[in-house]
């Protein structure tokens, strides 16, 4: 008998909850960019990628930044500012860049070398540059 009542009130349940649901939108619905927003903003950010452009992209079409940001960067066109220098005034370097460098001082295919630390890759690109 109970398990009758529980199935009987689940159904309930269910019926009134989708009732209250009727008639709301789902946000998968919502087009949060038109066609012609896109390209307006593809337009202007191809032609000056940089952080005021963003910002002004924001402020025309009454967005935060970081959705711009996002939408760019689902259509492939977005380009990260790069970071200046680290804490100790150092030039930033990627591991990629240094591989780079010692495959091309080495003349040699190294795939397996992006897996050191960057310590040691800086140690090795010393070696091999003289």
């Known amino acids: 008998m109970k398990k009758v009542l529980d199935i009987l009130t689940f159904g309930l349940y269910n019926r009134r909850i989708n009732k209250q649901t009727l008639g709301r939108k789902n946000m998968a619905d919502s087009v949060n960019y038109t066609a012609d927003m896109v390209a307006s903003m593809t337009e202007q950010y191809e032609a000056e990628p940089t952080m005021a452009t963003v910002e002004a992209l924001a402020s025309q079409f009454s967005k935060p930044k970081r959705s711009i940001i996002s939408k760019l960067s689902n259509i492939g066109i977005y380009v990260p500012a790069s970071k200046g220098v680290t804490k100790s005034g150092v030039p930033v370097v990627r591991k990629e860049e240094l591989v780079a460098q010692i495959q ?7 795939p397996s070398l992006t897996k050191a630390t960057k310590a040691d890759l800086e140690t090795l690109l010393g070696l091999v540059a003289n």
């Open 104 to 110: 091309d001082a080495l003349e040699a295919e190294l």
